[in-house]
């Protein structure tokens, strides 16, 4: 089963951290942290829809130009979601830039921004077409943790504490689709390309009683057609199974209080991207610049149970010594210690 997602850190451990998340299905991807962006494609970066910054500190949040740069004069919906004064700091940055021509752009960027405090969300919206003028005053909604919630996943949110809020996130897939080949056997259909686009309508329409007609190639390069409902088709050949989990957490101070939180959003991870800026040995000077060492990372990687850890965000003080660091938080995820 090929999942559906498929994240990848944009740069190397050293540098400003960005976490890039393409759909299987679809021509979209979602960011996490907005860091530097010089490794993506104009293309990649035109699939990204929603874009998730853990806190505004320069190398979090310096993507924001590129980004803009890039989407002005097209037809586009940007969401953008960050922590405590996300508004004010998009605003800034907004307006430090002359838009005197572009509400005579044919096409229309529309920017909308929530901002997450402790209790409640805050919303805005800016379009070029108004020169990016805020719409009005935010509208406050209450905050339960749930950023985007979609058809087959949603992202959630914790606040951590980076001396800052700091806002760690989670991918959720609401299920995956795994295809049962004895099912395939018994309808006599064989594999190909028509798998996909039934994953797709499964993801999009669910149990819908709609048609959904089979069409593949046999041996003899001949085009067979059959016609099914997608939720008898469903039934036969799929085994739907919980879907990934993707968790992302950036800058935070190894307190208790941190850990537990980072371990309940974390838990049961598919994958858990995670800061590891400081070694052990070092622990003093994470703690005062509220950043996790490598060990703790790998000590909330295994509370959480997750699959997989990827590390990412080592201080500039280790250059030639990731492994030390990998090493460090993989000894404390494998045996805790
Ligand atoms: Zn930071």
Redesign the pocket.
């Known amino acids: 089963m090929k999942p559906s997602f498929h994240p990848r850190l944009i740069n190397d451990s050293f540098s400003d951290p960005g976490l890039f998340i393409p759909f299987l299905f679809e021509k979209r991807a979602l960011l996490f942290d907005l860091g530097d962006l010089s490794k993506l494609s104009a293309r990649d970066i035109f699939k990204i829809s929603h874009v998730f910054v853990?806190?505004t500190?320069m190398?979090?949040f310096i993507g924001f130009d590129a980004l803009l740069r890039l989407l002005l004069g097209r037809d586009k919906e940007i969401y953008l979601f960050g922590p405590s004064d996300f508004i004010q700091k998009v605003e800034a940055k907004l307006s430090s830039y002359t838009w005197n021509l572009i509400e005579n752009y044919e096409n229309t960027l529309s920017i909308y921004v929530t901002e997450i405090k402790k209790e409640k969300i805050l919303k805005q919206r800016y379009n070029s077409r108004d020169r990016f003028k805020p719409a009005g005053e935010p509208q406050q909604f209450p905050f339960t943790g749930n950023l985007l919630s979609e058809e087959h996943f949603s992202v959630n949110a914790v606040i951590l504490d980076?001396k800052?809020d700091?806002i760690g996130l989670t991918l959720k897939e609401n299920f995956s689709i795994n295809i049962i080949k004895e099912g395939l056997k018994e309808l006599g259909l064989e594999v190909g390309p028509w798998l996909r686009e039934f994953k797709k309508a499964v993801y999009e329409e669910g149990n819908s009683a709609q048609n959904f007609k089979v069409v593949w190639k046999d041996k003899d390069n001949r085009i067979l057609k059959k016609d099914f409902t997608l939720s008898d088709l469903k039934e036969k050949i799929a085994m739907i199974s919980p879907g990934q989990k993707i968790t992302y957490i950036?800058?935070m101070i190894g307190s208790p209080e941190n850990i537990t939180k980072a371990v309940d959003l974390a838990k049961d991870s598919s994958t858990l991207f995670i800061e590891a800026a400081f070694l052990d040995k070092d622990k003093d000077m994470a703690q005062k610049k509220?950043?996790l060492t490598a060990k703790e990372a790998g000590i909330i990687a295994r509370r959480a149970s997750v699959k997989e850890l990827r590390l990412f965000h080592f201080s500039p003080r280790y250059f030639g010594q990731e492994k030390e660091l990998i090493q460090e938080a993989m000894m404390a995820f494998r045996s805790g210690t």
Do not use: G, N, Q, S
């Open positions: 853990t806190h500190h190398d979090h980076h800052i700091c950036a800058d509220y950043h």
